[in-house]
Protein backbone atom coordinates (compact mmCIF):
# COMPACT_ATOMS: atom_id res chain seq x y z
CA UNK A 1 0.00 0.00 0.00
CA UNK A 2 1.65 3.25 -0.95
CA UNK A 3 1.76 6.14 1.54
CA UNK A 4 -0.99 8.13 -0.50
CA UNK A 5 -3.37 5.09 0.25
CA UNK A 6 -2.38 5.09 3.79
CA UNK A 7 -2.94 8.38 4.40
CA UNK A 8 -6.41 8.71 2.57
CA UNK A 9 -7.63 5.18 4.81
CA UNK A 10 -6.52 7.67 7.80
CA UNK A 11 -8.96 10.56 6.71
CA UNK A 12 -11.49 8.26 5.76
CA UNK A 13 -11.62 6.63 9.08
CA UNK A 14 -11.92 10.42 10.69
CA UNK A 15 -14.65 11.23 8.74
CA UNK A 16 -16.53 7.74 10.03
CA UNK A 17 -15.49 8.33 13.06
CA UNK A 18 -17.12 12.45 12.88
CA UNK A 19 -20.05 11.69 10.72
CA UNK A 20 -20.87 8.77 13.16
CA UNK A 21 -21.47 6.02 10.72
CA UNK A 22 -19.88 1.97 11.62
CA UNK A 23 -17.95 0.92 14.72
CA UNK A 24 -15.53 3.04 15.05
CA UNK A 25 -13.44 0.09 17.07
CA UNK A 26 -13.94 -1.78 13.43
CA UNK A 27 -12.35 1.12 11.53
CA UNK A 28 -9.42 1.52 13.66
CA UNK A 29 -8.96 -1.95 14.08
CA UNK A 30 -8.96 -2.52 10.08
CA UNK A 31 -6.31 0.23 9.66
CA UNK A 32 -4.54 -1.20 12.84
CA UNK A 33 -0.60 -2.39 10.83
CA UNK A 34 -0.46 -5.96 11.10
CA UNK A 35 3.20 -5.75 11.97
CA UNK A 36 4.36 -3.04 13.97
CA UNK A 37 7.30 -1.04 12.44
CA UNK A 38 9.56 1.76 13.34
CA UNK A 39 8.88 5.75 11.85
CA UNK A 40 10.71 6.41 9.00
CA UNK A 41 10.67 10.02 8.52
CA UNK A 42 11.50 11.62 5.24
CA UNK A 43 14.96 12.42 4.93
CA UNK A 44 14.93 14.23 1.81
CA UNK A 45 13.91 18.07 3.21
CA UNK A 46 12.90 19.18 6.70
CA UNK A 47 16.10 20.20 7.61
CA UNK A 48 14.78 23.00 9.10
CA UNK A 49 11.85 21.54 10.96
CA UNK A 50 12.28 20.00 14.46
CA UNK A 51 14.11 16.74 14.91
CA UNK A 52 11.17 14.79 17.30
CA UNK A 53 13.12 12.77 18.88
CA UNK A 54 14.67 15.56 20.61
CA UNK A 55 11.74 17.08 21.72
CA UNK A 56 9.82 17.52 24.77
CA UNK A 57 6.85 19.43 25.45
CA UNK A 58 6.38 21.55 28.76
CA UNK A 59 2.90 22.60 29.53
CA UNK A 60 3.14 25.51 32.06
CA UNK A 61 0.14 26.94 34.59
CA UNK A 62 -2.65 25.52 32.53
CA UNK A 63 -4.63 26.35 35.64
CA UNK A 64 -8.52 26.86 36.39
CA UNK A 65 -8.26 30.04 37.97
CA UNK A 66 -5.80 31.34 35.31
CA UNK A 67 -8.02 30.32 32.17
CA UNK A 68 -11.05 33.16 33.29
CA UNK A 69 -8.16 35.80 32.69
CA UNK A 70 -7.80 34.96 29.26
CA UNK A 71 -9.06 36.92 26.78
CA UNK A 72 -6.89 36.16 23.48
CA UNK A 73 -8.67 33.18 22.53
CA UNK A 74 -11.99 31.01 23.13
CA UNK A 75 -10.95 28.86 26.36
CA UNK A 76 -12.67 26.01 24.35
CA UNK A 77 -10.42 26.49 22.11
CA UNK A 78 -6.97 26.66 24.13
CA UNK A 79 -8.08 23.47 26.18
CA UNK A 80 -8.69 21.47 22.97
CA UNK A 81 -5.48 22.88 21.89
CA UNK A 82 -3.35 21.96 25.17
CA UNK A 83 -5.06 17.99 25.26
CA UNK A 84 -4.09 17.38 21.59
CA UNK A 85 -0.56 18.50 22.62
CA UNK A 86 -0.98 15.94 25.63
CA UNK A 87 -2.37 13.22 23.18
CA UNK A 88 0.37 13.44 20.70
CA UNK A 89 3.28 13.21 23.37
CA UNK A 90 1.59 10.11 24.29
CA UNK A 91 1.37 8.58 21.03
CA UNK A 92 4.95 9.72 19.63
CA UNK A 93 6.54 8.77 23.11
CA UNK A 94 7.36 12.63 23.60
CA UNK A 95 8.71 13.40 27.39
CA UNK A 96 6.04 16.22 29.43
CA UNK A 97 7.16 18.07 32.15
CA UNK A 98 4.02 19.99 34.26
CA UNK A 99 4.11 22.29 36.73
CA UNK A 100 1.49 25.03 38.49
CA UNK A 101 2.06 28.56 40.29
CA UNK A 102 0.37 28.36 43.65
CA UNK A 103 -2.06 25.92 42.76
CA UNK A 104 -3.50 26.22 45.73
CA UNK A 105 -4.40 29.70 45.91
CA UNK A 106 -6.43 31.97 43.57
CA UNK A 107 -4.90 30.55 40.32
CA UNK A 108 -6.51 26.90 40.85
CA UNK A 109 -5.83 23.50 39.87
CA UNK A 110 -3.88 22.08 37.21
CA UNK A 111 -6.26 21.08 34.23
CA UNK A 112 -6.53 17.48 34.73
CA UNK A 113 -7.11 15.96 31.34
CA UNK A 114 -3.62 16.60 31.20
CA UNK A 115 -1.94 14.37 32.87
CA UNK A 116 -5.52 12.12 31.62
CA UNK A 117 -4.20 12.05 28.50
CA UNK A 118 -0.44 12.07 28.98
CA UNK A 119 -0.02 9.84 31.88
CA UNK A 120 4.03 9.95 31.61
CA UNK A 121 3.88 13.26 32.22
CA UNK A 122 6.08 14.17 35.14
CA UNK A 123 4.74 17.21 37.26
CA UNK A 124 7.23 19.61 38.76
CA UNK A 125 5.54 21.61 42.16
CA UNK A 126 7.03 25.05 42.59
CA UNK A 127 8.15 27.14 45.54
CA UNK A 128 6.55 30.31 44.91
CA UNK A 129 8.42 31.09 42.09
CA UNK A 130 7.11 33.04 38.85
CA UNK A 131 9.27 32.12 36.49
CA UNK A 132 9.52 28.37 36.16
CA UNK A 133 12.88 28.40 35.03
CA UNK A 134 14.24 29.27 38.38
CA UNK A 135 12.95 26.62 40.19
CA UNK A 136 15.91 24.45 40.42
CA UNK A 137 13.96 21.10 39.92
CA UNK A 138 11.85 22.06 36.88
CA UNK A 139 15.46 23.01 35.06
CA UNK A 140 16.59 19.32 36.35
CA UNK A 141 13.62 17.75 34.93
CA UNK A 142 14.08 19.26 31.42
CA UNK A 143 17.95 18.62 31.72
CA UNK A 144 16.78 14.54 32.70
CA UNK A 145 14.80 14.59 29.20
CA UNK A 146 18.51 15.03 27.69
CA UNK A 147 16.45 16.72 24.88
CA UNK A 148 17.55 19.93 23.36
CA UNK A 149 14.00 21.18 21.76
CA UNK A 150 11.64 22.61 23.93
CA UNK A 151 7.89 22.91 22.82
CA UNK A 152 6.26 25.04 25.32
CA UNK A 153 2.51 26.61 26.21
CA UNK A 154 1.05 27.69 29.43
CA UNK A 155 -1.10 30.75 30.80
CA UNK A 156 -0.10 33.39 30.79
CA UNK A 157 1.82 33.57 27.60
CA UNK A 158 3.53 36.66 28.40
CA UNK A 159 5.10 35.42 31.68
CA UNK A 160 4.40 31.38 32.06
CA UNK A 161 6.09 31.11 28.86
CA UNK A 162 7.93 33.78 28.24
CA UNK A 163 10.16 33.93 31.18
CA UNK A 164 10.97 30.13 30.86
CA UNK A 165 11.18 30.47 27.24
CA UNK A 166 13.74 33.38 27.51
CA UNK A 167 15.99 31.39 29.95
CA UNK A 168 16.03 28.19 28.42
CA UNK A 169 16.73 29.57 24.96
CA UNK A 170 19.64 31.53 26.85
CA UNK A 171 20.90 28.53 27.99
CA UNK A 172 21.29 26.96 24.65
CA UNK A 173 17.69 25.28 24.22
CA UNK A 174 15.43 25.43 20.80
CA UNK A 175 12.22 26.71 22.25
CA UNK A 176 8.86 27.05 20.62
CA UNK A 177 6.36 28.97 22.30
CA UNK A 178 2.74 27.19 21.26
CA UNK A 179 0.59 30.09 20.84
CA UNK A 180 -3.11 28.93 20.67
CA UNK A 181 -2.08 26.53 23.25
CA UNK A 182 -1.45 29.32 25.75
CA UNK A 183 -3.71 32.33 26.52
CA UNK A 184 -2.98 36.18 28.09
CA UNK A 185 -5.32 38.38 29.26
CA UNK A 186 -5.68 40.77 25.71
CA UNK A 187 -4.78 40.73 22.22
CA UNK A 188 -2.16 43.22 22.89
CA UNK A 189 -0.25 41.59 25.15
CA UNK A 190 -0.64 38.30 23.04
CA UNK A 191 0.77 40.46 19.94
CA UNK A 192 3.45 42.15 21.98
CA UNK A 193 4.75 38.55 23.45
CA UNK A 194 4.85 37.47 20.11
CA UNK A 195 7.15 40.05 18.05
CA UNK A 196 9.32 39.65 21.85
CA UNK A 197 9.53 36.05 21.33
CA UNK A 198 10.85 36.75 18.06
CA UNK A 199 13.04 39.01 18.71
CA UNK A 200 14.48 36.27 20.68
CA UNK A 201 14.94 33.72 19.11
CA UNK A 202 11.87 32.04 20.41
CA UNK A 203 9.96 30.16 17.53
CA UNK A 204 6.04 31.24 17.82
CA UNK A 205 4.09 28.10 16.72
CA UNK A 206 0.57 26.73 16.36
CA UNK A 207 -1.09 23.54 18.29
CA UNK A 208 -1.55 22.66 14.05
CA UNK A 209 2.01 23.15 13.01
CA UNK A 210 3.69 21.19 16.21
CA UNK A 211 1.49 18.24 14.91
CA UNK A 212 2.30 18.77 11.26
CA UNK A 213 6.16 18.94 11.94
CA UNK A 214 5.25 15.85 14.22
CA UNK A 215 4.00 13.64 11.92
CA UNK A 216 6.30 14.21 8.35
CA UNK A 217 4.64 11.41 6.77
CA UNK A 218 1.60 9.07 6.45
CA UNK A 219 3.90 6.23 5.63
CA UNK A 220 3.80 5.32 9.61
CA UNK A 221 2.16 3.04 11.42
CA UNK A 222 0.50 6.00 13.90
CA UNK A 223 -0.92 7.36 10.52
CA UNK A 224 -5.00 6.78 11.46
CA UNK A 225 -4.36 8.01 14.82
CA UNK A 226 -2.50 11.33 13.71
CA UNK A 227 -5.52 11.73 11.30
CA UNK A 228 -7.74 11.85 14.25
CA UNK A 229 -5.50 14.50 16.18
CA UNK A 230 -6.24 16.82 12.74
CA UNK A 231 -9.71 16.35 12.85
CA UNK A 232 -9.36 17.90 16.66
CA UNK A 233 -7.27 20.54 16.30
CA UNK A 234 -9.50 21.59 13.00
CA UNK A 235 -12.76 20.58 13.34
CA UNK A 236 -13.96 21.89 10.11
CA UNK A 237 -11.04 19.97 8.33
CA UNK A 238 -13.99 17.03 8.92
CA UNK A 239 -15.98 18.22 6.22
CA UNK A 240 -13.20 18.35 4.00
CA UNK A 241 -12.54 14.49 5.04
CA UNK A 242 -16.51 13.63 4.70
CA UNK A 243 -17.02 15.50 0.67
CA UNK A 244 -13.83 13.68 -0.46
CA UNK A 245 -15.14 10.23 0.79
CA UNK A 246 -18.41 10.83 -0.66
CA UNK A 247 -16.96 12.42 -3.88
CA UNK A 248 -14.87 8.91 -4.21
CA UNK A 249 -18.35 6.56 -3.26
CA UNK A 250 -20.03 8.69 -6.10
CA UNK A 251 -17.43 7.81 -7.93
CA UNK A 252 -16.99 4.47 -7.77
CA UNK A 253 -20.76 3.87 -8.36
CA UNK A 254 -20.40 5.25 -11.42
CA UNK A 255 -17.50 2.80 -12.30
Known amino acids: MTSIQKALRSLCLVAAILSGSGSVLAHAQALEP ?74 GPLMPAIHEL ?22 AAVKATRRKTLIMAGVW ?23 DASGDPSDM ?31 RPEAAELAKLYALVAPNYAAVIESYAKVKEVAAAAE
Not at 69 to 90: C, F, G, S, Y
Not at 118 to 139: C, I, L, Q, T
Open 34 to 107: REPKASVLPTGGGKALFDISDVAILLLDHQSGLFQTVQDIEIADLRRNVEMLARLAKLLDIPVITTASEPAGPN
Open 118 to 139: APHAVYVPRKGEVNAWDNEDFV
Open 157 to 179: TSVCVMFPALDAKAAGYDVYAVI
Open 189 to 219: VSRTTVARFAQAGVVPTTTNAVLSEAHRTWD
